[in-house]
């Protein structure tokens, strides 16, 4: 059974950094894609920021030149470096992860981790 693990989430002041990890377990391939997501009581989930297995990323506007992607393929493993927190960053910090093929295509979850930020 594949399963997703986030860690890292926490509460901070504005302005500071925190780093998001997500490791992954029991999935002999390697994830064509891993990703982040986020989601507030008021808004539906939204992608932060992905990466392929090539290493090509993308960002949404509100984190571009803030935020960093980064994965270990080997480990099937995605981080998220999170700079220059601000307040309306504050959310449920989801690792999302796809694989496929020609034939087939799987989607996993992780739990979440909740990050606040005051200001």
């Known amino acids: 059974q594949v399963q997703l693990k986030e860690s890292g989430g926490g509460m901070v002041q504005a302005g500071e950094s925190l780093t998001l990890s997500c490791v992954a377990s029991?999935?002999?391939?390697?994830?064509?894609?891993m990703a982040w997501y986020r989601q507030t009581p008021e808004k539906e989930r939204e992608l932060v920021a992905s990466?392929?297995?090539?290493?090509?990323?993308f960002y949404a506007d509100v984190v571009k030149g803030r935020f960093i992607v980064s994965r270990d393929g080997a480990e099937n493993a995605v981080s998220l470096q999170m700079n220059r927190l601000k307040p309306e960053d504050t959310a449920v910090y989801y690792c999302?992860?796809?694989?496929?093929?020609?034939?087939?295509?799987?989607?996993?979850w992780g739990r979440g981790t909740q990050v606040s930020v005051s200001s």
């Open positions: 999302h992860a796809l694989w496929e093929n020609s034939v087939a295509s799987s989607t996993y």
């Open positions: 990466i392929t297995e090539n290493g090509t990323t």
């Open positions: 029991g999935m002999v391939f390697t994830f064509d894609e």
